[in-house]
């Protein structure tokens, strides 16, 4: 998969956390939505999901990515966009530095 073009947001948040093991957040779910009919919509509330921290989109929760992979090497730095390396091969860029991180840390334990 290129996660080089993974935006920012739920699918890059749910990824990652799965992928590094960083457990939901305790009491908080969402539940996709069902249509049933042309007019009405209601939850699908026999489809509960968890919901991640937004690793993607806030650096303190990015910080718990980084945390989880304190094995590797990490670099990150800011020249012309945000750049993040684990282990000093795989690295990622992004116009932030969570994403940055998400990207990287997608590509270190696929």
Same mark, same amino acid.
């Given at each position: 998969?290129?996660?080089?073009?993974?935006?920012?947001?739920?699918?890059?948040?749910?990824?990652?956390?799965?992928?590094?093991?960083?457990?939901?957040?305790?009491?908080?779910?969402?539940?996709?939505?069902?249509?049933?009919?042309?007019?009405? !919509?209601?939850?699908?509330? +026999? @489809? $509960?999901?968890?919901?991640?921290?937004?690793?993607?989109?806030?650096?303190?929760? #990015?910080?718990?990515?980084?945390?989880?992979?304190?094995?590797? !090497?990490?670099?990150?730095? +800011? @020249? $012309?966009?945000?750049?993040?390396?684990?282990?000093?091969?795989?690295?990622?860029? #992004?116009?932030?530095?969570?994403?940055?991180?998400?990207?990287?840390?997608?590509?270190?334990?696929?």
């Amino acid at each position: 998969m290129n996660y080089d073009d993974m935006p920012a947001g739920r699918e890059m948040n749910d990824a990652v956390c799965v992928a590094v093991g960083i457990e939901p957040v305790p009491g908080l779910y969402t539940y996709p939505i069902k249509r049933m009919s042309d007019t009405v !919509i209601e939850p699908d509330w +026999d @489809d $509960e999901q968890p919901v991640y921290p937004e690793v993607s989109t806030s650096i303190s929760a #990015a910080w718990e990515v980084v945390e989880k992979l304190r094995r590797h !090497i990490f670099q990150l730095s +800011d @020249d $012309e966009g945000w750049c993040c390396t684990f282990s000093m091969r795989f690295n990622a860029k #992004a116009d932030t530095a969570p994403l940055a991180i998400c990207r990287a840390a997608l590509k270190a334990v696929e």
